[in-house]
Nanobody, 121 residues
Framework: QVQLVESGGGLVQAGGSLRLSCAASGSIFSINTMGWYRQAPGRQRELVAVIRKGGSTMYADSVKDRFTVSRDNVKNTVYLQMNSLETEDTAVYYC???????????????WGQGTQVTVSS
C-alpha cells in the first residue's frame, strides 16, 4: 500500500505565496518522478511542475519563474513553493509520484487526494 498525503493549500490574496507539501509513505522501493498537477473548474487536469529523482525539473510555461518544485529523497516528500500567485492559479492541486513498490517491485503512478488553492483578487 502506498499513500500520498498533501498539505499546505488554502486561501491567499493575489501576489501572495503558498507552499504545498506531499509525503509518500508505505511499501516504497524507489520513487522516480514526483510533482504537481492542478485542475480548475471546467478544465482538464494539467501539469504544473515535476522533478525527477536526479533533480531535473520541468514547469508549465504559466508558472515558470513563479513556482519552484523540490524534493527530499530521505523524507520521500515533494514541495511546491508558489510565489506571486494569480487568480488564474486557483485550482485543486494534486500530488503525483511514480513509485516502485517494495512488496512486489511493481511501478505505478500514484496520486494524492488533492488540496484546494484559492487566490483572491
Amino acid at each position: 500500500q502506498v499513500q500520498l498525503v498533501e498539505s499546505g493549500g488554502g486561501l491567499v490574496q493575489a501576489g501572495g505565496s503558498l507552499r504545498l507539501s506531499c509525503a509518500a509513505s508505505g511499501s516504497i522501493f524507489s520513487i522516480n518522478t514526483m510533482g504537481w498537477y492542478r485542475q480548475a473548474p471546467g478544465r482538464q487536469r494539467e501539469l504544473v511542475a515535476v522533478i525527477r529523482k536526479g533533480g531535473s525539473t520541468m514547469y508549465a510555461d504559466s508558472v515558470k519563474d513563479r513556482f519552484t518544485v523540490s524534493r527530499d529523497n530521505v523524507k520521500n516528500t515533494v514541495y511546491l513553493q508558489m510565489n506571486s500567485l494569480e487568480t488564474e492559479d486557483t485550482a485543486v492541486y494534486y500530488c503525483y509520484a511514480d513509485i516502485t513498490r517494495r512488496v512486489d517491485y511493481r511501478r505505478n503512478d500514484y496520486w494524492g487526494q488533492g488540496t484546494q488553492v484559492t487566490v483572491s483578487s
